[in-house]
């Protein structure tokens, strides 16, 4: 075990935990003003993370294909691989809809806020129910031109695996009729999959050509899974 390295990344932990806490904090009236105030501030903090980790992880990134991300509503489906990347998508886009599992809403603080500035929840646990519930969160966003961010697998998956592809990325595309963007990334290389341990280095963000509505099911989840799963073999070298 390297202790120097274990030791920086506690203390990195630290600073960042503490600094999310007092900002969670200090930004509870968001929670009585309206959803604009709690976007900015969820933005913000996502950017002022991204920024530490880069001054306290040497933890940089890169944007590829930013021209693939249209105007208007649209889906982002990205391979997810570390918690980095939920930081990094509500940092890039000022008001994006992640959709999250359910059981985040009970986080003290976090879950107060993600709630507050419509997060889209999904449960697991009544899979047609929860189809349902997860496609009429998505219409509203889409409404109010609002980025959908999801993660096709629904989990993080370590480097060079993938778990299957969930339907909830079909369901949005198919009732919303909306471009969905692929992304595929590589960031698990230099975060730990399940824990914060982190490394140097630049992580690459891949945004490839939208695939536009009116594919079926089947053509659709075809095309996204080989789009993304390929350029993240390719990512990951």
């Known amino acids: 075990m390297n202790l120097k390295k274990t030791s920086h990344s506690f203390v990195s932990t630290a600073i960042i935990i ?4 007092l900002i969670a904090i200090l930004g509870s009236p968001c929670l009585f003003l309206p959803r604009a105030y709690t976007a900015k501030l969820i ?4 950017r002022l993370m991204l920024v530490l980790f880069k001054r306290l992880d040497g933890l940089d990134w890169e944007i590829i294909g930013k021209e693939n991300i249209p105007s208007g509503p649209f889906i982002v489906a990205s391979k997810h691989q570390s918690i980095w990347d939920t930081i990094f998508f509500t940092a890039l886009f000022p008001d994006s809809a992640m959709v999250l599992k359910r059981m985040i809403i009970f986080i003290p603080f976090y879950g107060w806020h993600a709630m507050k500035v419509g997060m889209i929840w999904l449960d697991r646990g009544a899979h047609s129910k929860s189809i349902r519930k997860l496609v009429k969160q998505g219409k509203s966003c889409s409404i109010s031109e609002r980025p959908i961010v999801i993660f096709p697998e629904g989990t993080r998956s370590p480097v060079g695996e993938k778990t299957p592809y969930k339907s909830g990325v079909a369901a949005l595309y198919k009732f ?8 595929a990334l ?3 290389v230099y975060w730990k999959t399940k824990g914060l341990d982190r490394n140097p280095g630049k992580i690459t963000v891949k945004f490839m050509p939208q695939i536009p509505p009116g594919l079926n099911r089947k053509d659709f989840e075809k095309k996204l899974e080989n789009t993304i799963e390929t350029e993240t073999n390719l990512l990951i070298g």
């Open 176 to 183: 919303l009729k909306i471009p969905c963007i692929p992304v």
């Open 18 to 21: 503490s600094l999310t806490l």
């Open 186 to 188: 590589n960031s698990g």
């Open 43 to 46: 933005h913000s903090w996502s």
